[in-house]
């Protein structure tokens, strides 16, 4: 089993800045990537930024582009989402994911991937 548990949420005025953090454990038998997604009352979860295996690829979602990155430390085990110029759209609950297989191009939807944290929140004030 894996399990993934996300920290570093938490209470910020517009135009602050949070790092996310995502530490995997378990058995973890293959390549995987990672991703953030995040998920508004009343919304559907929606992607928020993905990375592979390997670090080399990452992909974002258009309103964040600019602003978070996406990074993964394979040694620690654990994925990050940087987060700066923080906009109250921006207010979710944050959570993490993995899709195991192989180091290739990582999926965008919530189908693609296997493991989920419990979420963090992030609250943007303005």
């Known amino acids: 089993q894996v399990q993934l548990v996300e920290s570093g949420g938490g209470f910020v005025q517009a135009g602050g800045s949070l790092r996310l953090s995502c530490a995997a454990s378990g058995r973890i038998l293959s390549a995987f990537a990672m991703a953030w997604f995040r998920q508004s009352p009343g919304k559907e979860r929606e992607f928020v930024a993905t990375?592979?295996?390997?670090?080399?690829?990452?992909y974002y979602k258009d309103s964040v582009k600019g602003r978070f990155t996406i990074s993964r430390d394979n040694a620690k085990m654990s994925a990050y989402l940087q987060m700066s110029s923080l906009q109250p759209e921006d207010t979710a609950v944050y959570y993490c994911?993995?899709?195991?297989?192989?180091?290739?191009?990582?999926?965008?939807?919530?189908?693609?991937?296997?493991?989920w944290g419990q979420g963090t929140q992030v609250t943007v004030s303005s």
């Open positions: 990375i592979n295996w390997s670090g080399g690829y990452t």
């Open positions: 994911a993995a899709s195991r297989g192989s180091d290739g191009l990582p999926p965008v939807d919530r189908s693609g991937y296997d493991y």
